[in-house]
C-alpha cells in the first residue's frame, strides 16, 4: 500500500525553525521525484519546492522560499525533508509532500504549520 505521511508541523513564532518529514512506503522512493506543496486557507495550492529522483538531486524552490526553506532526501530511510528557516506568518498553511514518476502521483495527507506570534 502506497503511503506518504508528514509529520513535523505546528505553530511556530515569526522567525522560528520548523523541519517537516514526509515517510514513504509502497513505492520504490528513489525513483521518484518529490515535491513539497502548501496550501493556505483560501488559496491554491502552491510549489514550495521540489528534489529530483537521481542521486544528483537536483533541486527547485519557490521564489517565497528561496534561501529560507533547504529540501532534502534520505533514500536509504525513505524519507525526504523540508528545514524551513526563518519563517514569516504568509508560510502558514497545509504542507503536502507529493511523489512522482511517469504516470503516477501520490500525496500525503498534510502537515498545518502555523507561523504566529
Known amino acids: 500500500q502506497v503511503q506518504l505521511v508528514e509529520s513535523g508541523g505546528g505553530l511556530v513564532q515569526p522567525g522560528g525553525s520548523l523541519r517537516l518529514s514526509c515517510a514513504a512506503s509502497g513505492f520504490t522512493f528513489s525513483s521518484y521525484v518529490i515535491r513539497w506543496y502548501r496550501q493556505a486557507a483560501g488559496k491554491e495550492r502552491e510549489l514550495v519546492a521540489g528534489?529530483?529522483?537521481?542521486?544528483?538531486?537536483?533541486?527547485k524552490y519557490a521564489d517565497s522560499v528561496k534561501g529560507r526553506f533547504t529540501i532534502s532526501r534520505d533514500n536509504a530511510k525513505n524519507t525526504v525533508y523540508l528545514q524551513m528557516n526563518s519563517l514569516k506568518p504568509e508560510d502558514t498553511a497545509v504542507y503536502y509532500c507529493?511523489?512522482?514518476?511517469?504516470?503516477?502521483?501520490?500525496w500525503g495527507q498534510g502537515t498545518q504549520v502555523t507561523v504566529s506570534s
Open positions: 507529493s511523489a512522482h514518476r511517469l504516470s503516477n502521483d501520490y
Open positions: 528534489i529530483t529522483s537521481s542521486t544528483s538531486s537536483f533541486t
